[in-house]
């Protein structure tokens, strides 16, 4: 069985850094692209970044592009979200995501089987 969990998140100043982590197990990593999705009180849950085994990614571009970058390291069987000069609207509960696409790349929730517990991300300004 698939398990994901992460790690990281927190209160931080707008303009400040924050590295997210997601730890896989229970499959083969590499075969999995990895998604990061956020969601804010009262909105429906975004796409904010995805990565494939080989390391190609997509990000959302209105939001995140530019700031955030996701990563993985498949030796580590972990995902990494690294967000730099965050801001208030930044704010949300962040998700890690699992999807066996051998390669494919898909910014749509229901394409992602396995989830993470969420972490709360909160950019004061």
């Known amino acids: 069985q698939v398990h994901v969990i992460q790690s990281g998140g927190g209160l931080v100043q707008a303009g400040d850094s924050l590295r997210l982590s997601c730890a896989f197990s229970g499959g083969t990593f590499s075969a999995y692209s990895m998604g990061w999705f956020r969601q804010a009180p009262g909105k429906e849950r975004q796409f904010v970044a995805a990565?494939?085994?080989?390391?190609?990614?997509?990000y959302d571009p209105d939001s995140v592009k530019g700031r955030f970058t996701i990563s993985r390291d498949n030796a580590k069987n972990t995902v990494y979200l690294q967000m730099n000069t965050l801001k208030p609207e930044d704010t949300a509960e962040y998700y890690c995501?699992?999807?066996?696409?051998?390669?494919?790349?898909?910014?749509?929730?229901?394409?992602?089987?396995?989830w993470g517990q969420g972490t709360q991300v909160t950019v004061s300004s």
């Open positions: 990565i494939n085994g080989r390391g190609e990614a997509i």
């Open positions: 995501a699992a999807d066996r696409a051998w390669g494919l790349l898909s910014s749509t929730v229901a394409e992602y089987i396995y």
